[in-house]
């Protein structure tokens, strides 16, 4: 049990928790992986400047800084795909993707093990229910692939868990009686559901699959809604959806490329940019097309990037947000609409509703017969999405839980269940 932990590698944040010895069996707590912090930043930097390598928040401090390098975050988003065979080129040399996650999750590893004093031997990873969606041979892959990198960084022992059933046991831990509970985990990158029964003296339990009723996701999270925000608000700035001197639409790909967390880096290469000087000069609006090349020139798609994430987060608390992007050149301000963005999300979000759908009818229960709705996940703070989802049962109360630390504290308890 000492020697074993739960890693919650998400999109956009990770976790360590661990249960220490002489705990009580439902107490599990998260290690500080950065300035005191649970929160490690799912973000890579490799400062050119100084050749060095560095991660989460100070990662993104040296990337802001205006230090020469890469800039590397959504890792998790590439497991599953094509990109994980794939590599990226950083100082001249060629980094392939497999190592890249390599190199974050041995730091988890180790940053863990530097807060808890001990060596981890054993690991439950989170996992989303689906990593692919409706490909059952690449979400396997997915999972191979990760415990692949699982052991190549130390791990001898690996098992699996659902995110949101992680979370389940985490929320268990707190309650006095039974209840039927939905737990609706929101991440960065995908949105999950578990409907489980939960009760006190069912946390003993080393089989649990009989409390489990059902379980869904699609492959939606809080990096679409920041592509669909961006879309919609600020890539029209630099040409998005302009036209070139034939009457045809400029290129998309450019766009969505900048939009989408972990294929930015995609707009920095050679070919890119010969094609797009070459869209440029056929240009209507040149001015913005200008203003696009010198973005990438400046590799400031990152900077954009997070812009938009701020945007989209204090749109959950406001019905508009001014945004100045002082890096554009010229300088721009926009102010966001949450009414503009629910819009642009709103395909998103009635996916995610018919995926709460079809798991209560996979489970043969009514939205009544649900007692509890547990939010977790950093992205279920959209406004919308969880008005949305809170509508479809009506009856139930809504809890939230610790937005980014439930699934790493019921990861660790899971890891006793298994390991201990």
Known sequence: MANACGVDFGTSNSTVG???????????????????KPTLPSVVFFNADDDEVSYGRAALAGYLAGYDGRLMRSL?????TSLIDGQTEVGGRAL???LLLAQFIGELKRRGELAA????????FGRPVFFIDDSKEADQLAQDTLEGIAHAVGFKHVDFQFEPIAAAFDYESQISSEQLVLIADIGGGTSDFSLVRLAPERIAR???????????????????????LSLSSVMPLLGYQSLLNNNSAIPSSYYF??????????????KTWTQLADVARDAREPAKLARLQRLIDERAGHWLAMK???????????QQVPLSLERLSPPEHVVLQRAEFEDAIAHLVGAVEQTVLKLLTDAGVGPDAVDTVFFTGGS???RMLRERIGALLPQARKVEGDLFGSIGSGLALDAVRKFS
């Open 96 to 98: 392939p993707f497999r």
């Open 308 to 318: 938009v994430e701020e945007g989209k987060i204090a749109l959950s608390a406001e």
């Open 380 to 382: 279920s703070g959209v």
């Open 18 to 36: 661990w249960v220490a010895p002489q705990a009580p069996a439902n107490g599990s707590r998260l290690l500080a992986l950065e300035d005191g």
């Open 257 to 270: 490329n900048l939009a989408t967390w972990h294929t930015i880096n995609l707009a920095y290469t050679k």
């Open 76 to 80: 998790k988003s590439l497991l599953g």
């Open 117 to 124: 004093g001990r060596e981890f031997t054993s690991a439950v």
């Open 206 to 228: 080393a089989d649990r699959r009989d409390d489990i009723l059902a379980t869904g996701g699609v492959h939606i999270g809080g990096t679409d809604f920041d592509k669909y």
